[in-house]
């Protein structure tokens, strides 16, 4: 079946845009995680989506950092006035609980901010 | 508050090397480790899990609490191998927390 798709894959923008990243989750999952992938940093938590409930944004680096899922499946990452610190790879997880037992990942954005 | 150390950024062995990819932990109740793996122009995935007990491509893991340590072992490694390996800790009941991977070059 289709697995975690991201869009875009690349993103090059000018510093102080505005960028919407998009995370189109399996099917059926409840469970969507944004995480950013910088170089030597690991993979850092961002922002947690369950079913209806409020999400947990206590990863979101900054209130220039924000997420949104509508209908409870697609979700968007938005990033505003950019800086040049924001550049990194932006990977969504899904699955099918709330309980970590298997988080799927999609292939990532890569965001560079000139 | 979890934290996972994974002590080496970069692992270089010779194919049919034995190889291990070290992690430790800080936890204060029980955890749940994980081991996930990023091959080259590949998503991320998950490798293995410590409850399961099991051993996914020669690679096994063992969590000991005594250490709070996850060391991920193979006695003979491949050159299909070389990937990034990223160590997970779950405490509570959707978070992972990822060390800052280990990237393992197997050399022919």
């Known amino acids: 079946g289709a697995g975690v798709s991201q869009s875009p894959s690349n993103k090059v923008t000018e510093k102080g845009k505005d960028v919407e990243l998009r995370c189109d989750p399996i099917?059926?999952?409840?469970?969507l995680y944004w995480y950013r992938q910088s170089l030597g940093q690991g993979l850092e938590f961002l922002i947690y989506?369950?079913?209806?409930?409020?999400?947990?944004k206590s990863g979101l680096p900054s209130d220039r950092f924000s997420a949104e899922r509508t209908g409870g499946s697609v979700s968007t990452l938005t990033i505003q006035r950019t800086q040049q610190e924001d550049s990194a790879v932006y990977l969504c997880?899904?699955?099918?609980?709330?309980?970590?037992?298997?988080?799927?990942f999609g292939p990532g954005t890569r965001l560079t901010v000139t | 508050a979890q934290r996972v150390t994974q002590p080496e950024k970069l692992l270089s062995v010779f194919k049919g090397a034995p190889v291990e990819l070290k992690c430790n932990y800080s936890?204060?109740?029980?955890?749940?480790l994980f081991w996930y793996v990023q091959y080259s122009r590949q998503r991320l995935q998950l490798l293995l899990r410590h409850i399961s007990r099991e051993s996914i491509k020669g690679f096994t893991a063992d969590l000991n609490k005594g250490e709070t340590s996850f060391h991920l072992k193979k006695p003979f490694a491949q050159e299909e191998d070389s990937a990034m390996y990223y160590c997970?800790?779950?405490?509570?009941?959707?978070?992972?927390?990822f060390g800052k991977g280990t990237l393992l070059t197997v050399n022919p």
């Open positions: 989506f369950q079913g209806n409930s409020a999400p947990d």
């Open positions: 936890y204060s109740g029980s955890p749940e």
């Open positions: 997880a899904s699955s099918t609980a709330p309980l970590v037992y298997e988080q799927y």
């Open positions: 997970a800790l779950s405490g509570s009941n959707y978070k992972l927390t």
């Open positions: 099917s059926g999952h409840t469970a």
